[in-house]
């Protein structure tokens, strides 16, 4: 079961004044048997991150494109986690 790999990666934009600390996002993505994303879910943040950033996150990562999961030779869809790391903007 070759699971599905990334092919467009984008990252997330948020407005650097919400970032106060560093901090990491996980989102799970369902990815369906193109290699779209077709849901992407919050499943953990660092401690209490703005929503703005997690907005940004679960935006970035529905225009994320996969190349698609397979299962005996034949595309499945499938899910995957991507991980958002965050840095405050140097002042």
């Not at 106060?20 to 799970?28: C, Q």
């Not at 779209?36 to 703005?50: C, T």
């Not at 996150?57 to 190349?67: D, M, Y």
């Amino acid at each position: 079961y070759p699971p599905p790999q990334p092919l467009r990666q984008v990252k997330p934009n948020p407005k650097p004044w919400i970032i106060a600390s560093t901090l990491e996002i996980e989102v799970e993505v369902q990815v369906d048997k193109s290699g779209h994303v077709e849901i992407a879910r919050l499943v953990r943040q660092d401690g209490k991150a703005p929503a703005g950033l997690v907005g940004a996150a679960l935006a970035a990562a529905r225009q994320w494109t996969f190349k698609p999961a397979k299962l005996q030779g034949k595309t499945v869809e499938s899910t995957d986690r991507i991980v958002f790391r965050f840095r405050p903007a140097n002042p």
